[in-house]
């Protein structure tokens, strides 16, 4: 049942993600009329769209975000990438690969609200700019002054606190730049963007230039792709319209509206809880990685993209199932069954060998054969036919409880409650993560590998059946259009 929520008439923008902008084309005020270039009338939303996807690439400023986002994240991860392996090649202790995730969750945690409230008040298009040339500076002191062990920790840090600036900025900014009725499929070619940006950044620059060149040539072309992304984010418009009805809370207050907003709804604490525990799950499985292709796999850490490369492949199948599917069946209930896939292939790693030998004995599939045939070691060719449906299910519990996150959150909490999921995530990713590298060693990455996917299985279920049913408002359906006013 959707209602009309009494309102707050000056709809400032927070970290909106998809469904933000819906404040920005609701209400009667001055500022709706100043932003009618990005919001559509009912009758142009409600028209079919058969190819959405190829006219919002078809408009320039929506193309300029979308491309400098591609080229910044995939700076940023050849980046950690880089780093990841200058850690694995000076240690081969479990326990540094874990304080080198940390380095990505410790930032999370203790800049994830404040950046959320800097994307809610400053414009957006600055902040975007700034970051991408702070990065850039990091990178160039990476260049003049080759990291040691420390260095590397330092610039790490450095990195993920500036991350914690550019992705609710960026979540904002879709929100600004997209109509209401395309948001969703916005939400896909966002996400869409992060998949390239792996791709590029992932597979091809870092592996490609660290066994031509050298860490010194990705460091220069990271620091390249960063000024591309700037520049590319001064060919959007200013995306400061929610800057005069900035809130003038405090950090306690904002906090703790956020939480009592989230506790209010069951939809959206059952979203919140498949988020984050893929987002835990998938921290634990970064720091256990390397030693799963060593002891279990037989290969080398710097083979760690390549194995997992055909995640990609999942990942844009997830992004073009995940909406379909919500609409026949519920995000509810697409994020919850996909967190319980992503859980299973998980789970799953730990059996690769026994996985093996059924394939071949039992059920008569040519594995080894057409491990030959491609020259794969029949182990490695099994984990990169797992990781397609685990990149899928992690896809989609990303769409489907963003979703529902957004719906089911008023326009002004949509970037606190955004804030608040990467703040659990991370405080619920330290001790797992932390633990996971020197458990890996103690009890074998196997164990560990299962104990990742039990604890994700388990913690899912929890939360849905902990949270009772409430009655819930959906802000998508209940959103003002122009001409309207609230009671």
Same mark, same amino acid.
């Given at each position: 049942?959707?209602?009309?929520?009494?309102?707050?008439?000056?709809?400032?923008?927070?970290?909106?993600?998809?469904?933000?902008?819906?404040?920005?084309c609701?209400?009667?005020?001055?500022?709706a009329?100043?932003?009618?270039?990005?919001?559509?009338?009912? =009758?142009?939303r409600?028209?079919?769209?058969?190819?959405?996807?190829?006219?919002?690439?078809?408009?320039?400023?929506?193309?300029?975000?979308?491309?400098a986002?591609?080229?910044a994240?995939a700076?940023?991860?050849?980046?950690?990438?880089?780093l990841?392996?200058?850690?694995?090649?000076?240690?081969d202790r479990?326990?540094?690969?874990?304080?080198?995730?940390?380095?990505?969750?410790?930032?999370?945690?203790?800049?994830?609200?404040? =950046?959320?409230?800097?994307?809610?008040?400053?414009?957006?298009?600055?902040?975007?700019?700034?970051?991408?040339?702070?990065r850039? $500076?990091?990178? #160039?002191?990476?260049?003049?002054?080759? %990291?040691?062990?420390?260095?590397?920790?330092?610039?790490t840090?450095g990195?993920?606190?500036?991350q914690?600036?550019?992705s609710? =900025?960026?979540?904002?900014?879709?929100?600004?730049?997209?109509?209401?009725?395309r948001?969703?499929?916005?939400?896909?070619l966002?996400?869409?963007?992060?998949?390239?940006?792996?791709?590029? $950044?992932?597979?091809?620059?870092?592996?490609?230039?660290?066994?031509?060149?050298?860490?010194?040539?990705?460091?220069?072309?990271?620091?390249?792709?960063?000024?591309?992304?700037?520049?590319?984010?001064?060919?959007?418009?200013?995306?400061d319209g929610?800057?005069?009805?900035r809130?003038s809370?405090?950090?306690?207050d904002?906090?703790?509206?956020?939480?009592?907003?989230?506790?209010?709804d069951s939809l959206?604490i059952?979203?919140?809880?498949?988020?984050?525990?893929?987002?835990?799950?998938?921290?634990?499985?970064?720091?256990?990685?390397?030693l799963?292709?060593?002891r279990? &796999?037989?290969?080398?850490?710097?083979?760690t993209?390549?194995?997992?490369a055909?995640?990609?492949?999942?990942?844009?199948?997830g &992004?073009?199932l995940?909406?379909?599917?919500?609409?026949?069946?519920?995000?509810?209930?697409?994020?919850?069954?996909?967190?319980?896939?992503?859980?299973?292939t998980?789970?799953?790693?730990?059996? #690769?060998?026994d996985?093996?030998?059924?394939?071949n004995?039992?059920l008569?599939?040519p594995?080894?054969?057409?491990?030959?045939?491609?020259?794969?070691p029949?182990l490695?060719?099994?984990?990169?036919?797992?990781?397609?449906?685990?990149?899928?299910?992690?896809?989609?519990?990303?769409?489907?409880?963003?979703?529902?996150?957004l719906?089911?959150? %008023?326009?002004?909490?949509?970037?606190?409650?955004?804030a608040t999921?990467?703040?659990?995530?991370?405080v619920?990713?330290?001790?797992p993560?932390?633990?996971a590298?020197?458990?890996?060693?103690a009890f $074998?990455?196997e164990?560990?590998?299962v104990?990742? =996917?039990?604890?994700?299985?388990?913690?899912?279920?929890?939360?849905?059946?902990?949270?009772?049913?409430?009655?819930?408002?959906?802000?998508?359906?209940?959103?003002?259009?122009?001409?309207e006013?609230?009671?």
């Amino acid at each position: 049942m959707n209602a009309r929520r009494p309102g707050n008439p000056d709809h400032s923008r927070t970290l909106g993600e998809t469904l933000a902008s819906e404040g920005a084309c609701a209400g009667p005020d001055r500022a709706a009329e100043s932003r009618a270039s990005v919001c559509s009338p009912p =009758a142009e939303r409600e028209q079919p769209a058969p190819s959405i996807r190829a006219r919002l690439l078809d408009d320039e400023p929506f193309r300029a975000f979308w491309l400098a986002r591609v080229s910044a994240a995939a700076a940023h991860g050849a980046l950690i990438y880089a780093l990841l392996l200058l850690v694995a090649d000076l240690t081969d202790r479990a326990a540094f690969t874990s304080l080198f995730v940390l380095c990505a969750i410790v930032p999370s945690i203790l800049f994830g609200l404040p =950046a959320g409230i800097v994307a809610d008040q400053f414009p957006l298009r600055g902040i975007l700019t700034t970051v991408n040339l702070l990065r850039f $500076g990091f990178v #160039v002191v990476l260049l003049a002054n080759p %990291p040691d062990l420390a260095g590397i920790f330092a610039a790490t840090l450095g990195l993920w606190t500036l991350q914690q600036f550019q992705s609710p =900025a960026e979540s904002a900014a879709l929100a600004q730049l997209v109509a209401p009725g395309r948001l969703t499929e916005a939400q896909s070619l966002f996400n869409l963007a992060g998949v390239v940006a792996q791709v590029l $950044g992932l597979v091809i620059l870092a592996p490609l230039l660290l066994r031509t060149t050298g860490v010194e040539a990705l460091f220069a072309v990271c620091a390249g792709l960063f000024c591309l992304s700037a520049a590319l984010i001064r060919l959007m418009p200013p995306l400061d319209g929610h800057v005069s009805a900035r809130s003038s809370r405090g950090l306690p207050d904002t906090l703790r509206e956020g939480f009592r907003g989230i506790r209010s709804d069951s939809l959206t604490i059952r979203a919140m809880a498949s988020d984050i525990l893929v987002g835990v799950g998938m921290s634990a499985l970064l720091v256990i990685m390397p030693l799963f292709l060593r002891r279990v &796999l037989g290969t080398g850490a710097d083979n760690t993209v390549f194995v997992f490369a055909p995640a990609a492949f999942g990942l844009v199948a997830g &992004l073009r199932l995940a909406h379909p599917l919500g609409r026949a069946v519920g995000d509810q209930r697409v994020a919850t069954g996909a967190m319980l896939g992503f859980a299973a292939t998980v789970g799953a790693l730990a059996f #690769v060998a026994d996985l093996r030998q059924l394939a071949n004995e039992i059920l008569g599939l040519p594995l080894d054969v057409l491990a030959d045939i491609v020259r794969i070691p029949s182990l490695v060719l099994l984990t990169m036919l797992i990781s397609v449906p685990a990149g899928c299910f992690s896809a989609m519990v990303g769409v489907a409880s963003r979703s529902l996150l957004l719906v089911h959150t %008023p326009p002004e909490r949509r970037g606190q409650t955004v804030a608040t999921v990467a703040l659990l995530t991370g405080v619920g990713a330290l001790v797992p993560t932390l633990l996971a590298g020197v458990a890996a060693d103690a009890f $074998g990455v196997e164990r560990i590998a299962v104990a990742i =996917a039990v604890i994700i299985a388990l913690g899912g279920l929890a939360a849905n059946m902990a949270s009772r049913p409430t009655r819930t408002f959906s802000y998508r359906a209940s959103a003002v259009l122009p001409g309207e006013s609230r009671p």
